[in-house]
């Protein structure tokens, strides 16, 4: 009995090995090495990366992924340059490079993202060699860039979908501009720079007027009235995303409150003293679907 179960434990045993050695060569079969992915795949994940890991890490690779990002128009059809300290000590000028990224996208640039270097100069070089195809513009902390650059860009833009500006300098005159020039705009993101001077009481009612198909609306450091706000509403019927929260509104009218709660299906965000008023009405509508 004792010799029995003794032998029927140690081929167990063998079995479990020879188990383990049949897995592991089965993971070493699925394990594939990076360097044998197909070209198009290798550039789709390099487009995901912010621009200066790509130069400074991807193409020191090996030659065959530096060609990859020289010569592939795909890596570059999402470009994320953001400026450091010490980026242009190491990298030489932001601009420069970015503008030598643009021509490398060969027209398929779709999505831009620049943060603290961008001038009019560049904004043009987008444009121009771009196509028109650009479908997401994102400007952060950009003094360089005035409203006659965006101006007399804005024409160029008549696929932009999603728009981004912030930390920027933008009168509610450019801003109607750019809402003439993109039709097919459906998010829209401003902030203002904290000791940007003169009015912004115009800005509601510009976004109202020539911005009518937006889906998502988050306003920064802006002054707003409930009459701006409910041209937004009524004009704006596709809203489902609204993030005041960051803006200041002196009270907000009761109507006006169960509005918002009825419309915005998404995300409502309202400044801090202002989310008790909406979480009321919030409920309110709740209880009268049910």
Not at 77 to 105: K, P
Not at 172 to 201: A, D, H, M
Request: aromatic share 8%; net charge positive.
């Amino acid at each position: 009995m004792g010799r029995s179960s003794y032998k029927t434990t140690q081929h167990c045993r063998k079995r479990r090995f020879s188990d383990t050695q049949e897995y592991c060569g089965e993971q070493k079969r699925a394990c594939r090495n990076w360097l044998d992915l197909p070209e198009d795949l290798t550039a789709s994940i390099f487009s995901r990366l912010k621009a200066t890991e790509i130069l400074h890490d991807c193409q020191l690779v090996c030659k065959r992924w530096l060609k990859i990002c020289k010569v592939n128009p795909l890596v570059w059809r999402t470009i994320d340059m953001d400026h450091h300290l010490l980026d242009d000590f190491i990298y030489g000028s932001m601009e420069h490079m970015c503008r030598d990224l643009i021509d490398r996208s060969c027209g398929s640039l779709v999505d831009i993202n620049v943060v603290r270097f961008g001038t009019d100069r560049l904004l043009k070089s987008i444009t121009d060699s771009s196509s028109c195809g650009i479908r997401r513009l994102r400007l952060e902390d950009c003094p360089a860039i005035t409203d006659e650059g965006l101006c007399g860009v804005a024409s160029k833009f008549a696929r932009l979908k999603e728009l981004d500006i912030s930390e920027c300098f933008l009168s509610y005159k450019t801003l109607e501009v750019i809402g003439r020039s993109c039709p097919l705009l459906v998010s829209l993101k401003l902030k203002r720079r904290f000791n940007e001077r003169g009015s912004n009481s115009m800005y509601g009612y510009t976004i109202a007027r020539n911005m009518r198909g937006l889906h998502s609306l988050s306003l920064s450091k802006f002054n707003l009235t409930n009459d701006e706000l409910r041209k937004i509403l009524e004009s704006c019927l596709g809203l489902e995303t609204l993030d005041l929260g960051e803006s200041f509104l002196p009270y907000l009218e009761e109507d006006l409150g169960r509005r918002c709660a009825e419309q915005i299906r998404k995300k409502l965000e309202l400044p801090y003293r202002l989310n008790y008023d909406i979480e009321k009405y919030l409920s309110q509508v709740t209880n009268n679907k049910s």
